[in-house]
């Protein structure tokens, strides 16, 4: 599987170098099939969704909106097999699950993450790994809707947390949490600052970007500290 997992886009990074090279194209031959019904339920300004979309299209080589509950299962296979790479925007992480088994997406997507490279935007890149606690979210961005889901697609054995303040979490007293987070699973929890991303090639596992930090049973095992 290839994938690059962003806390919130390619802002921060090496613009479009990590994907470039896990898809084999130049940025303006990469077409996307973009996945979009996380925003749907979002409460509030979807602005950031604009942001990204602007930025696909004056950085890469195009992108068609597959709509997982428009589309019939063997037409969302058909167009996304024509494209490189699967763009999965943010929003609600656990309402994007339910569309996922809902429409049979979540069946088909190992097969499809043969050939194709997933790009993740928070919610997109958190369902593709380890479901914690939603405790966290509610005391990092308060109250959200339960759809009752109880676990991601886990195709990844680690968990993305995203927008948080990365290696220097100490400093946040709403990010702490993560630390108890990390001690009640027994694998790796990624927290992400909006300026990195976790790149996924194979077994391969790296973080670039800034302020970020791998922490496992309490502790922090790497991390890029932001320096005061």
């Known amino acids: 599987m290839k994938a690059i997992l962003f806390s919130s886009d390619f802002t921060g990074l090496d613009e479009t170098r990590e994907l470039e090279e896990l898809v084999g194209k130049p940025a303006k031959k990469i ?13 509030g300004d979807n602005s950031f969704f604009v942001d990204g979309m602007h930025f696909l299209k004056h950085r890469f080589g195009g992108f068609e909106l597959v709509n997982l509950l428009a589309l ?14 699967i ?3 943010g929003g609600n992480t656990e309402y994007l699950k339910t569309v996922f088994d809902k429409t049979g ?3 088909i997507l190992p097969e499809l993450l043969k050939e194709k490279v997933w790009c993740g935007s928070s919610a997109g890149s ?12 509610r005391q ?27 290696g220097n979490l100490m400093a946040d007293e709403k990010d702490v949490v993560v630390f108890d987070i990390s001690r009640n699973v027994d694998w ?4 992400l600052s909006d300026w990195s991303a976790v790149v ?26 932001e320096e005061k």
Not at 188 to 191: G, I
Not at 201 to 219: H, I, P, S
């Open 31 to 43: 077409r996307f099939a973009v996945i979009n019904e996380a925003v749907a339920v979002e409460h």
């Open 72 to 85: 019939p299962l063997d037409k969302v296979q058909e167009r996304i097999s024509e494209a490189d790479a």
């Open 87 to 89: 763009f999965c925007f």
């Open 105 to 107: 997406f979540s069946e």
């Open 126 to 137: 958190m369902i593709l790994g380890k479901m914690v606690s939603a405790e966290w979210q």
């Open 140 to 166: 990092v961005f308060g109250e959200f809707d339960d759809w009752g889901v109880g676990r991601y697609l886990e195709l990844l054995d680690f968990s993305i947390l995203p927008h948080l303040r990365g």
């Open 188 to 191: 790796d929890v990624y927290t």
């Open 200 to 225: 996924v090639d194979g077994e391969d596992v790296k973080v670039v970007g800034k302020y970020w930090a791998r922490l496992r049973n309490g502790e922090i095992l790497e991390q890029n500290k």
